[in-house]
């Protein structure tokens, strides 16, 4: 059997998630799909893709499972429950979380699924809503080589960046670092638009020539223009970048590091949740500026 030959179990169609799997269609993948609310999925039921009444009737219909889930107790409900995938998944069978959790977490899911041959990567992504759509994202591999070598012309359909970084955990050890960058940046981008409002400049125009330079960055050039036009849509909620850096600090301090440009970029994001933009895509973070500085 090939591999797109194979069915595809796709759990969690939020943002980034629909994408994915609609990406996975087109490539001619077969595919189940689950999620918590129905109409979430009706665009890749219209598509062609079956849906299942539970995660057990997904996992036991399918060869290959992918999960793009919330937080770390939404992984753990979907793998780990009475009913769950790693109760009924097949042997042989291969699970990949794409979710950003715990690192702590991965391992476990490797672990026991390993102890019932069953094969599992940890595969988090970046690049947002736009690097779901055009199937661009940067995905970081946790687990064995010779599962990632079999997965990774399904994981060439959803990304061009993908790299295996080690043993189980790593790929979610390399997310956190990954967004502990951003973290800093967005501070940072936010900064450069109101300094330029303040000098009088035109922001748009300055994009232009910053984001070519030293300064360039994904979100400079993504987010940037989105935060001059006031679109906060979500292309990646502030609530789920707040979950990230929550692991990513708790993380850092069992390794004992100090990082404080993560610090004070989650006590701003708490701020804006606090707001009422937990829903807002991390663009948002610009009123936060707004507010102190004009």
Not at 76 to 86: A, P, Q
Not at 146 to 161: I, S
Not at 252 to 281: C, R
Request: hydrophobic share 40%; aromatic share 6%.
């Amino acid at each position: 059997m090939t591999l797109t030959e194979k069915k595809i179990g796709f759990i969690g169609t939020g943002v980034m998630g629909k994408s994915m799997a609609l990406n996975l269609q087109r490539a001619g993948y077969l595919i189940n799909i689950y999620t918590r609310t129905k109409e979430k999925a009706n665009d890749l039921i219209d598509h062609g893709a079956v849906w299942k009444e539970s995660i057990k009737d997904l996992t036991v219909a399918s060869d290959i499972i992918i999960t793009m889930v919330g937080y770390p107790s939404d992984v753990e409900e979907v793998y780990f429950g009475e009913n769950g995938i790693l109760e009924h998944a097949k042997a042989g069978s291969c699970l990949i979380d794409m979710t950003t959790s715990k690192p702590s977490l991965a391992i476990n899911i490797f672990q026991q699924a390993k102890a019932k041959s069953i094969h599992a990567l940890d595969a988090p992504v970046s690049g947002g809503d736009i690097g779901a759509q055009k199937g661009t994202l940067a995905i970081m591999v946790g687990g064995e080589e010779d599962a990632y070598e079999a997965l990774l012309p399904l994981f060439k359909t959803l990304g061009e960046n993908i790299i295996l970084q080690g043993p189980a955990g790593a790929g979610q050890h390399t997310k956190l670092a990954n967004q502990i960058t951003i973290a800093s940046n967005m501070i940072g981008v936010c900064e450069a638009i109101i300094f330029a409002k303040k000098a009088g400049l035109e922001p748009s125009r300055v994009l232009e020539s910053i984001t070519t330079g030293a300064a360039g960055s994904w979100s400079l050039s993504n987010l940037g223009p989105r935060m001059i036009r006031g679109d906060f849509d979500p292309g990646f909620y502030v609530k789920h970048f707040i979950k990230d850096m929550t692991i990513a600090l708790e993380s850092a301090k069992e390794m004992d590091l100090d990082t404080p440009g993560l610090s004070l970029s989650l006590q701003l994001y708490k701020e804006l949740a606090e707001n009422g933009d937990g829903d807002s895509g991390t663009q948002a973070l610009i009123k936060i500026f707004e507010k102190q500085n004009l």
